[in-house]
């Protein structure tokens, strides 16, 4: 089985798709397999994070502003990249120390998360974007 989600975007947000995805598989029937998911852009991420103190996120999203300011930002100055914006190279550095797919294990059509995790698109760039999720469940 498998499925495209779009998630709009409107800046850096933690958009959690737990849900969406949750409807999809018993909509489909799913039983026991694995869902892999994949962010179908290079300047957004997936994550499974905390999802019951929002707290989480805001701080996940300062620690990542911190880690790659916008390359107007003095110490960001060596970038090159700049074509889309000042934001979008940092936000192709965030892709690359998140992950852009996951792998989850499902039992009887429920994923196997912990009891505090869900799923998030974690966009990076600062202007409005619809992404896109691919979904695939594969029957084990």
Known sequence: MIATFTVRTNGPACHEITGKIAEWLAAEDASDGVLTLMVRH???SLLIQENADP???VDLLNWLQRLAPPA??????WITHRYEGPDDMPAHLKAAVLPVSL???VASGRMMLGRWQG???VEHRATPHDREVAAC???A
């Open 103 to 105: 792998g989850i294990p």
């Open 42 to 44: 290079t300047s957004c």
């Open 72 to 77: 107007d930002h003095l110490s960001m100055r």
């Open 55 to 57: 707290d989480v996120q």
């Open 119 to 121: 799923i998030y698109l």
């Open 137 to 139: 469940f594969q029957r």
